[in-house]
């Protein structure tokens, strides 16, 4: 069965500062795998996705994630977070359509993240 | 964009009622999800379905059910409401294309009294 471990549940940055939220995953393959990002209230939006390829995927509001076979790791960065990144953040492993999995995904327990100004 | 529509964001209940949620996409996609989440657990699949009336159990089915007759509704129903499933509530869905991933909707806070 396929699982996803965020070890650190919060994380506080000064605003300006790198960040990196670890994700550690457990799959029998080559997974897809997500990052989500959710506000207050709100849904989750997709931050990035990795399929295949290039194992430095890009995504929105300048956040990257490096997708590591060898330590079963899909690490989010970015180099200089805002005041408006403050939020909880979901990676979550898919596994790959075809017979019953239907996109299926499993969710780690979230990195809340806390923005000093 | 996707829009995935939850119909309440936020519901007051007593135990015992039997409770709809409802979940409407516009994206013609087959496949929809119910997810609870809860602090600290992130999310768990509760039922999604593939297609219209086909379901299947998620990780933590007991004490819900779920209907599809359209495409783009899919309703996750609290048969009889229990104190212990005061959650919020997500819905999403994808393309059932290999690659698609899912769109959430803004959840709906559940309290059950």
């Known amino acids: 069965a396929q699982s996803v471990t965020q070890p650190d549940i919060h994380i506080t940055v000064s605003e300006g500062a790198s960040l990196e939220l670890r994700c550690n995953y457990s799959y029998g393959a080559t997974p897809y795998l997500f990052w989500y990002v959710q506000s207050p209230g709100q849904g989750l939006q997709l931050l990035l996705k990795y399929f295949s390829g290039d194992t430095l995927v890009q995504g929105i509001k300048g956040f990257e994630a490096e997708f590591k076979r060898s330590q079963s790791s899909f690490n989010l960065r970015k180099p200089s977070v805002h005041w408006s990144d403050a939020a909880e953040y979901f990676c979550?492993?898919?596994?790959?359509?075809?017979?019953?999995?239907?996109?299926?995904?499993?969710f780690g327990q979230g990195t809340i993240l806390t923005v000093h100004p | 964009d996707v829009k995935v529509t939850q119909s309440s964001r936020y519901l007051v209940k007593r135990t015992g009622e039997k409770v709809f949620l409802e979940c409407v996409q516009d994206m013609d996609h087959e496949n929809m999800f119910w997810y609870r989440q809860d602090p600290g657990l992130g999310l768990r699949l509760i039922y999604f379905s593939y297609d219209v009336k086909m379901k299947e159990k998620g990780d933590i089915p007991e004490g819900y059910s779920v209907s599809r007759e359209k495409k783009e509704r899919f309703s996750l129903i609290l048969e009889s409401a229990s104190t212990n499933q005061t959650s919020m509530y997500l819905c999403a869905s994808r393309h059932p294309t290999g690659r698609g991933p899912q769109h959430f909707g803004d959840g709906t806070r559940l309290s059950i009294l």
């Open positions: 979550a492993v898919g596994a790959r359509a075809g017979g019953t999995s239907y996109g299926k995904l499993t």
